[in-house]
């Protein structure tokens, strides 16, 4: 097998696994989106389960539905807040192990592209010397 | 103890090359940029809360039955009348709205003023100490260029 069609070969694993690490690192961006807006969700709702809390059970409370205010039960809104808290939660835990097997992913191309380069360079310091 | 992690980061940057000095120095400016945003839009909200509260004060004022122009938008006013002065409706977030009393309108804007408070000196502090990291890259930066092309 001739060393140039070798090298050839090696450079195009080369940008195919680049291009797998930028299309990576886009997706580790994309969650860190992600997360920052459920974080900050969590944190409005928390604001708010913290004011329903230290309601008296008469007070009225009200929820904006699209253009329209209507009423709702302190007992069910309470449960609405507390609902979408947990959900908020769940997510963030899916992203979180997500990241991590991206981050991993992302470190072991990092590796085996550094790798390929180390063959490449060698590669081509051989053929240079002969 | 600020000064000591600092001595430290700048020990740290000594032993590093032009390069990573000049990452270190642009991470930090960014920072520094992010937090200042967030320290605007903190006072920003805190300055609107403040407006709040205010007129709810001037509100609790004034009598049943006073007349008072009403917005229907920007340059659109009609007349009306105060109706229930008492009772006022509180955004709290996430399209929850609270009804309350005057009093405790105001209670609640004071609450969250005060949050925003200490949020702000936290950050103050965290916005500082950043600063000063990104300071003393600037200077380690500088006598590095210079140490590299003596100037004859």
New interface residues.
Partial sequence: MSSSTVLRELQRDFEAKSNDLSKLQKDIAKNHQVRKKYTI?LG??E??LK??DI?NED???????GPV?VK?DLAE?NAN?RK?IEYILAELKRLDGNLQDLEEKQNSKKEAIFKLQERIQSLQAGKAKA | MAAAAGAGAAAEMEKMSVEQVKAVKEQADMEVNILQDSLNNIRTATSRLEVASSALEDLSLRPKGKKLLVPLTASLYVPGTLDDADKV?VD?????????TTAEGKD?CDRKINLLRSNFDQLVEVAAKKKSIADEAAVILQAKLKHLAPST
């Avoid at chain 2, 709290?92 to 309350?100: A, L, Q, S």
């Fill in positions: 969700q409005e709702n604001l708010v004011e329903l309601l007070a009225n409370v009200y929820k904006l539905i205010l709702q809104a807040v979408r | 409706l709290v977030g996430t399209g929850y709205f609270i009804e309350k609640y």
